[in-house]
């Protein structure tokens, strides 16, 4: 079935459980981020912020996205809250993509990052060839979180988690790893979202 898409170039119509997978969309032909840092872009893109749709606002959403990512057992619990704090955990690190691309957020996502790292009890491992990285002591939902924010201190350390923007479009802020030689990307697709900043900037000074 040949789903329709938003002028944004996002999937309008995100099936809460059984329809297509909001976060495996690229606009404009960009790939997706390299290695574990997927994850991260992954989580963020599970909603459409203009469409308002959510493959996460529930339960059953957010299991078929854990286990989707190999980050929970098909037997883990996962509850209503769980999905919660996942949304909230979401758009904390969507701030932190959004100072990536130049644009700083209103709230401190430290107040939703600091919390999930202590439920998920990240702490240093060694792994194979002596490298050091963050590893969660929990298991279930609170490991996986604890995961997610592994891959993320881990993209910092190695210099790839610069690359990892939100969309400076308001209404979108969706996220795309930025390969360009100079950190230049600002939107998730220039012929779209570019486009409609510019034309919004331009019948602003126009009004003006």
Known sequence: MIMPVSAAGIICRVSKHLGPEPWNHLPGGRSPAP????????????????????AIEDAAGLRIWLTQHELISSRARVTGQDAQRAR?????????????????GAADPSRVI????????????VRDGGRLELQPRAGGVDG????ILAAAHAAMLDGTWRRLK?????????????????????WCAMEICGNRRKTRAYRQRRRA
């Open 166 to 186: 939100a969309c400076r479009n308001h209404g979108c802020h969706w996220a795309f790893y930025d390969r360009s030689k100079n950190l230049s990307g600002s």
């Open 88 to 104: 909230e955990l979401r758009e904390a690190l969507r701030r932190l993509l959004m100072a990536n691309a130049g644009e700083a």
């Open 144 to 147: 996986a979180f604890g995961r």
């Open 35 to 54: 290695g574990p840092l997927r994850l991260v872009q992954a989580l963020v893109n599970t909603t459409n912020l203009e469409s308002g749709q959510d």
């Open 114 to 125: 600091g919390p999930a790292a202590d439920r998920a009890g990240l702490t240093l491992g």
